[in-house]
């Protein structure tokens, strides 16, 4: 008992003790990362005027978000199709081909990607130069992955007699779709979404393959800047980073666990 | 002809559903009347539900024709048919209150508002649920989600009710009080039911007329009464409460039973027919009494071999002295019509069957 509580302890400590002096580090007057000398916020106010660093940011935020919608959409629609249609020809070939980005090593999904841009570049002339937009959808393609996951098994916990209760009071199988099964499903779209803008926010090594020029996402500048020598400004964007994400987090956890707790409170009323 | 067609709401021709060359149902006809409730029973994987759900348009049948009111609708998709179903699993929208499960399909018509908020309270107080109206489903109790399931297939006023399995998610005290306000409430309503169900007593209980399903066919059609105290086959008999059966054979009119000692004599109900048979009787039509001394017709000797006391009745096992039955046990069911029982029975004690010959039964054996 006492043994495993301090092994926990070194577990923790060894997985969250860099992310806190990275957090401490950032609020240092030095310029150099490793000598502490006094409390300052300078370089949150340089990380703000750093042209290159803010760009890549929002440019990261955008390609997260934009990535986030697309792979829903799509992963909705494929999920639909493999749990609501049945046995079609092809089904385990379309559904293991969704599926094989996950286990895909990255390099050669990277690389792949590329060569497919190049030659269709050449090819048909689109796309002309490689750049957000190629960055996009490098990384919808591997997003869809998880977020049909995702959808999938939600969809195929869902009582199917809600749907045909709907169609047979009259709702055209669009409208089921619409009024019944996206609400119902809505949980799965949300956590979806949440998974592939992390992905994407996240992705360095993808994103190099198929990026352009005056297209770097934030992963990027940041590897190539650290290999120049570590700047506290970095700190100071992985602390609002870091900070964001436990906000986000909390937000995520305590609104399922009020959920969760209200419909518990409403299936034990029953009784 | 014309009459007919005005009796009857639902016509079922000649339907088969095959699932890769099985026959789930297997060319049902049936003729269902206005205003009736009908029920399907059978056990699991005899068809029933299959052939309710070709009712509701969810399953296309592989052949035959279903015409709703005289007219066919093999054609119109679910949510194009007057047929409401209840489900099992009553499939309320969780998300949706009670009010708005309810209006969900009188929305779908486009009705005007305030026709929906009217129809919606007038089930809703038929169902005995207007103080639940703003409630989400899983704020409600097993029959209360039950009775606004109810209500929701009622809403829209539908040519066909189909109930399925109306009792399965329930408890069983629960389930015989339900029986009987549905039956009630579907009956005030005058709307066609049909239901299914793998439950006797609750196909007995709530429908004008039961219908046996086995693999795919319909065994026999009648009142609860008729298929009882009149089953056609051997599968009804033992499908439908206990019952006792001996090989018997007719032939020229005469009966002769070898597993019953004495003469059997059948009402004349019964003897039209030649060949292989079972007499059939029932365990409460058979008398009970101690001692030795048989009549010439209609009784048998033996031994008590087994009480189960039930506290409406007893259940006793006699094993037959004699006849080629001998030691084959029959069922007996016995009243306790006093507190203290004037009359019991011991193990093993010598007693006498003896039954009315209108209570034999004579099926005709399918196989030989």
Redesign the interface.
Known sequence: MKISRYLLLAGLVFLYFPLLVLVIYSFNESRLVTIWTEFSVKWYLELLEDRQLMDAFFLSLQIACSTAFMSVLLGTIAAYVLVKFGRFPGQTLFSSMIIAPLVMPEVITGLSLLLLFVGLGNWLGWPASRGAMTIWIAHVTFSVAFVTIVITSRLREM?S??E?????????PL?VFLV?TL??ISPALISGWLLAFTLSLDDLVIASFVSGPGSSTLPMVIYSSVRLGVSPKINALATIFVGLILVGSFVFWWSMQRWTRY?AA??S??? | MNDAKVHCAVEVVNVSKYFDDVAAVDQVNLKINKGEIFALLGGSGCGKTTLLRML???EKPSQGDIKINGVSVLNS????RP???M???Y?L???MTVEQNIA??LK??KLPAAQIVARVTEVLGLVQMEKFRSR?P?????GQQQRVALA??LA?KPALLLLDEPMGALDKKLRMQMQLELANIIESVGVTCVMVTHDQEEAMTMADRIAIMDQGRIMQVGQPREIYEFPNSKLTAEFIGSINLFKAVVSGGELTCDELPGQVVAGEANAAFDGPCYVALRPEKIRLEAGRNLDAKNCAAGKVNDIAYLGSHNVIHVRLDVGAGQGKVVQVHVSNFARHATQTFDFEQSVVLSWDQDAVVLIKADQP
């Open positions: 009582d007699s809600l045909e209760a709907a169609m047979d009071l009259g709702a055209t409208k019944i609400p119902l419909s409403k299936t009323g029953q009784q | 509701a348009g969810f998709p679910p949510y194009q047929v409401n179903m489900f099992q699993s499939a929208f969780p998300h969900f399909g779908q018509d989400k899983a704020q409600l109790s097993g929701r297939s829209k």
